[in-house]
């Protein structure tokens, strides 16, 4: 039997430039035996819809820090619908008003993580939200 890493796709959404925090939490998925593939920053949201859908991938973790993830994440999110890959968990962290985020989680986002989540609670959310998906075909 062999099992097959999962792939995580890491992005930077819009013109936050700063990525320290997904270069830590890749590197941290990296470690976890995940196959992460890192975007880079200033990415639209059809740029993170095509690379999920060509990467193939299990699950997408979004890092806003730049206060505009009640407009990036639901266009992301529709992008993903849109190719048929609305049961790829999305997974958001950054600075995140406790005030959002009831209605991104509404909207279908998996897990929100704001300072000072530790790496390894966002590598078990990760292998949760991707143990949770719908099998994809």
Same mark, same amino acid.
Request: charged share 20%.
């Given at each position: ?7 995580? *796709? ?6 936050? %430039? ?17 196959? +992460? /593939?890192?975007?880079? *920053?200033? !990415? ?9 859908? !060509? ?27 849109? !190719?048929?890959?609305? %049961?790829?968990? *999305?997974? *958001?962290?950054?600075? /995140?008003?406790?005030?959002? /985020? ?19 609670? +966002? +590598? ?14």
């Amino acid at each position: 039997m062999t099992t097959t890493k999962l792939r995580i *796709l890491i992005a930077k959404p819009g013109l936050d %430039g700063h990525d320290r925090g997904a270069k830590v939490i890749a590197r941290a998925l990296r470690d976890a035996g995940f196959e +992460v /593939i890192y975007t880079g *920053l200033r !990415q639209t949201p059809e740029m993170i819809a095509e690379a999920a859908l !060509q990467e193939d991938v299990d699950a997408i973790g979004l890092s806003i820090l730049s206060g505009a993830h009640m407009a990036l994440v639901p266009r992301v999110l529709e992008l993903l619908s849109a !190719q048929g890959q609305d %049961g790829v968990p *999305l997974l *958001l962290g950054g600075i /995140i008003p406790d005030e959002d /985020i009831p209605e991104l989680k509404q909207r279908g986002v998996a897990a929100i993580f704001g300072p000072g989540t530790t790496t390894d609670a +966002v +590598v078990a959310a990760f292998q949760q939200a991707a143990a949770d998906a719908p099998p994809r075909s």
